[in-house]
């Protein structure tokens, strides 16, 4: 797949393509439906897909202010591509883009440089200064300057998804929700780092504590089943392996910071310092609390491992056993 980090990284001699715009942040399967549609109309056509999206997100420049990011940019591409993009083109977001009229965008974008022959939107998809531009007058611009325009319900079973959704879903701790919606598990990212060690050292039991980007959209605080996965540098493998998450404060060690951890069940000769790890969040476990004792503690952790356990490994023979994983702070 090609990927080109703004307009003047797309070659002089690109031909025609079917072109799907939108800032796509969680690829849910509302944008899945755009892309599916312009996958359709490139095999049709025996044309190229190319995605347009957008960095950072709009809000941030038109509002100084950015939602919680679903997906990192990196991830965004990866999943653009595993839907069918054949090329993504990754528009900076600045003043100047956003000044530009209806017009402007798309002679600038669509037609001088991919050659548009049609283009895929969300149907509610506003465009140019002061997002004076619809679905209506991107069909408008076609009729004239040579594409057809298709807005695309933002509809999976008959429901309306947008990533506004899937950030509220997850800020109620309703992981199960939001993976409906993105049809996946909701994932973090980030480098593993040193925390306080009372996983391995305290309670026996470690945890990999995650550096996560400023901004990343963070379940609720509280207890989660899921996985912990990496990928071996140069190879494409994963590793993966079920996991307990705590997300919070640590209330019972009088925590302040807000952390993600996360333990692999039944596994404590991992080393991850300094390794880039992702977790995925698919079962709530229960929400964030305060112990009155470290003992205390120890147990309500075994019981969210057991739970954990058999949400993700089930109780076939033979399932494997281990310790437990909740406020800890520590790094495998």
């Excluded at 095999?43 to 347009?52: C, I, K, N, S």
């Excluded at 076609?142 to 057809?148: A, N, P, S």
């Excluded at 990928?231 to 493998?237: D, L, N, V």
């Excluded at 969040?281 to 019981?303: K, Y």
């Amino acid at each position: 797949m090609r990927r080109w980090g703004g307009l003047e990284d797309i070659p002089s001699e690109w031909g025609r393509s079917v072109v799907a715009v939108g800032v796509f942040d969680g690829v849910h399967r509302g944008h899945q439906a755009i892309l599916a549609t312009a996958v359709e109309r490139g095999r049709a056509l025996g044309l190229p897909v190319v995605v347009v999206t957008f960095d950072p997100h709009p809000e941030t420049v038109l509002r100084g202010a950015t939602p919680p990011v679903l997906t990192p940019l990196e991830r965004r591409v990866e999943l653009l591509e595993g839907h069918g993009a054949d090329a993504v083109c990754v528009l900076p977001f600045d003043k100047r883009l956003s000044a530009r009229s209806p017009e402007e965008f798309v002679r600038s974008v669509l037609t001088d440089r991919l050659h548009a022959v049609a283009v895929v939107v969300g149907e509610d998809f506003r465009f140019g200064h002061r997002a004076a531009g619809d679905v209506a007058a991107l069909a408008g611009l076609g009729r004239e300057l040579g594409f057809t325009a298709h807005g695309v319900p933002l509809v999976a079973d008959g429901r309306t998804i947008t990533s506004t959704r899937v950030r509220a879903l997850l800020a109620d701790g309703d992981v199960a929700g939001a993976a409906d919606l993105l049809g996946r598990p909701h994932r973090v990212e980030g480098e593993v780092v040193h925390g306080a060690a009372r996983g391995r050292e305290l309670l026996g039991f470690p945890t990999a504590n995650m550096d996560l980007a400023p901004g990343t959209a963070v379940p609720d605080d509280g207890v989660y089943a899921g996985w912990l996965s990496r990928t071996a540098s140069g190879t494409g493998q994963e590793h993966r392996w079920p996991a307990a998450i705590s997300v919070g404060t640590n209330p019972t060690f009088d925590g302040a910071e807000r952390t993600v951890e996360a333990y692999a069940l039944d596994r404590d000769d991992l080393e991850l310092y300094g390794v880039h790890m992702a977790v995925e969040f698919t079962h709530r476990i229960r929400g964030q609390e305060r112990f009155e004792s470290i003992d205390e503690l120890i147990v309500a952790m075994r019981r969210d491992v057991d739970r954990c356990r058999e949400v993700l490994v089930g109780d076939a023979p033979g399932a494997p056993t281990g310790g437990p994983a909740g406020e800890s702070g520590s790094t495998v």
